[in-house]
C-alpha cells in the first residue's frame, strides 16, 4: 500500500515548456486534489475531484488543466509553464472518516520555471 | 468562509508537554476542526480532528473550547522529530472538503 504517490520528484522547466504532473493513490479514495505551496506560505488549492468523472476549480486554477483519468489517477498539466509557476506541488486524496474527512498527500513535485 | 488564527511560530523542550492554540472565532456549527502538519521537506499529514467533544489518538490531543471559538492541539511529550508546522484547519461538510491553509505554527524543538 503505498498511499499517494507523485512523478516527477523534481523538475526544471523553460518559460513556455508544458508538462504533466502525475499522481496515483491506492487507497480506493473518491476525491483527489492538487495544491501548490510557495516557499514560506501555506497550501492553496488548484483544483480538485470529488469523485471520478468530476473536476472544480479552486483558489488559484489559472494556468493549470487537469484530468482524472480514473478512479486512481489525477493529473495537472501545465501547458505553458511560467516562472509565477515555480513552486512545489502536492497531491492529496480523502477518506471518509467519522464523518469528516482526512486527506493523504504525497511527496511533493518540487519544480522551477526559469 | 471561516478563518482560523495560530501563532506564527513556538518553541518547546524536548519531551515536555506542547499546547498549539488556535482560534476560530467565526466558527460555523457545522465546521470540523482539523490539524494537520507538515515535517521539512515532507507533505502534510494527518494530526486529528474533531468537532465539539475533546480527542485523543495516538500522536495528539485535542482540546475545544466549549463555545468552539478555540482549540488546543497538545502534543504530550514533544520529541525532536515532532518540529514541523502545525496548521489548524476548518473544513465544511461539502462535496469538496477543500482544506483552506493558513500560515500555520512553525514548532521548534529544543534538546
Known amino acids: 500500500n503505498a498511499g499517494v504517490t507523485q512523478t516527477p520528484k523534481f523538475q526544471v522547466l523553460k518559460t513556455g515548456q508544458s508538462m504533466t504532473l502525475q499522481c496515483a493513490q491506492d487507497m480506493n479514495h473518491n476525491s483527489m486534489y492538487w495544491y501548490r505551496q510557495d516557499p514560506g506560505m501555506g497550501l492553496r488549492l488548484i483544483y480538485y475531484s470529488a469523485s471520478e468523472g468530476t473536476t472544480d476549480k479552486g483558489e488559484v486554477p489559472n494556468g493549470y488543466n487537469v484530468s482524472r483519468l480514473n478512479k486512481r489517477e489525477f493529473s495537472l498539466r501545465l501547458e505553458s509553464a511560467a516562472p509565477s509557476q515555480t513552486s512545489v506541488y502536492f497531491c492529496?486524496?480523502?477518506?471518509?472518516?467519522?464523518?469528516?474527512?482526512?486527506?493523504?498527500f504525497g511527496p511533493g513535485t518540487r519544480l522551477t520555471v526559469t | 468562509d471561516a478563518k482560523t488564527t495560530q501563532p506564527n511560530s513556538m518553541e518547546s523542550n524536548e519531551e515536555e508537554p506542547v499546547h498549539l492554540p488556535c482560534n476560530h472565532s467565526t466558527i460555523s456549527g457545522t465546521d470540523y476542526i482539523h490539524w494537520y502538519r507538515q515535517l521539512p521537506s515532507q507533505g502534510p499529514e494527518y494530526v486529528i480532528h474533531?468537532?465539539?467533544s475533546n480527542v485523543n489518538n495516538r500522536m495528539a490531543s485535542l482540546a475545544i473550547a466549549e463555545d468552539r471559538k478555540s482549540s488546543t492541539l497538545i502534543l504530550h511529550r514533544a520529541t525532536l522529530r515532532d518540529a514541523a508546522v502545525y496548521y489548524c484547519i476548518l473544513t465544511y461538510n461539502n462535496a469538496g472538503n477543500m482544506l483552506t491553509f493558513g500560515g500555520g505554527t512553525r514548532l521548534m524543538v529544543k534538546p
Open positions: 474533531g468537532l465539539t
Open positions: 492529496a486524496s480523502t477518506v471518509l472518516q467519522f464523518s469528516s474527512y482526512e486527506q493523504y
